[in-house]
């Protein structure tokens, strides 16, 4: 069982940034795929970033190419997302997952989220 809890969120200003943390307990985060994801109100949770369990594969939502990057502590047990030049509409709430197979079984956990809020 993997415990997840993010941390990070808050309000800023347009143009400015934030960076979310995802700390992870229970399990070691080296075998996980770990992705960010959001969901503003009234809107689906969509994925933002994710990055593989080795750390050298990563992939972005259009919406935050150039903006965003997510990288991973394994020493640490940690994942991070740097968002840079925020937007009112990345205001969300923000969410980590982590996923692994194995043995054909897929392990799937989510943290509780933190919010976001870009406004001026």
């Known amino acids: 069982q993997v415990q997840l809890v993010e941390s990070g969120g808050g309000l800023v200003q347009p143009g400015g940034s934030l960076r979310l943390s995802c700390a992870a307990s229970?399990?070691?985060?080296?075998?996980?795929?770990i992705g960010w994801y959001r969901q503003a109100p009234g809107k689906e949770r969509e994925l933002v970033a994710a990055?593989?369990?080795?750390?050298?594969?990563?992939n972005y939502a259009d919406s935050v190419k150039g903006r965003f990057t997510i990288s991973r502590d394994n020493a640490k047990n940690t994942v991070y997302l740097q968002m840079n030049s925020l937007k009112p509409e990345d205001t969300a709430v923000y969410y980590c997952?982590?996923?692994?197979?194995?043995?054909?079984?897929?392990?799937?956990?989510w943290g509780q989220g933190t919010q976001v809020t870009v406004s001026s």
């Open positions: 997952n982590a996923q692994t197979v194995v043995m054909g079984w897929k392990y799937d956990y």
């Open positions: 990055i593989n369990s080795a750390g050298g594969s990563t």
């Open positions: 229970g399990s070691n985060l080296d075998y996980y795929s």
